[in-house]
């Protein structure tokens, strides 16, 4: 069982940054893949990024993000986070923080990021 909570949502002006945080209840040195999806109201839910870690660390970008966010892992805190840079209104959603851990996967409950034109 892996409990994660994100943190770091907000209100920003387009073309700001936010740092999300998502803290795991266990060492994410050990879970394989963890990562971030979004879900804007009336839409589906969107993959936005995650970062493999299999003995070599591989990160994996959205086209709509590429360039813009970057995910980051921090063993020590057990937290991941999400640098969200040149943010557009396009971005406003609910950000969820995931990970699959011996092949079963958790979701964190979601930080609000809303972005004003």
């Known amino acids: 069982q892996v409990q994660l909570v994100e943190s770091g949502g907000g209100l920003v002006q387009a073309g700001g940054s936010l740092r999300l945080s998502c803290a795991a209840s266990k060492s994410i040195f050990s879970i394989n893949v963890m990562g971030w999806y979004r879900q804007a109201p009336g839409k589906q839910r969107e993959w936005v990024t995650s970062s493999t870690n299999d003995g070599r660390t591989n990160n994996l970008y959205s086209d709509s993000v590429k360039g813009r966010f970057t995910i980051s892992r921090d063993n020590a805190k057990n937290t991941v986070y999400l640098q969200m840079d040149s943010l557009k209104p396009e971005d406003t959603a609910l950000y969820y923080c995931?990970?699959?851990?011996?092949?079963?996967?958790?979701w964190g409950q979601g930080t609000q990021v809303t972005v004003s034109s």
């Open positions: 995931y990970a699959v851990d011996l092949g079963a996967s958790y």
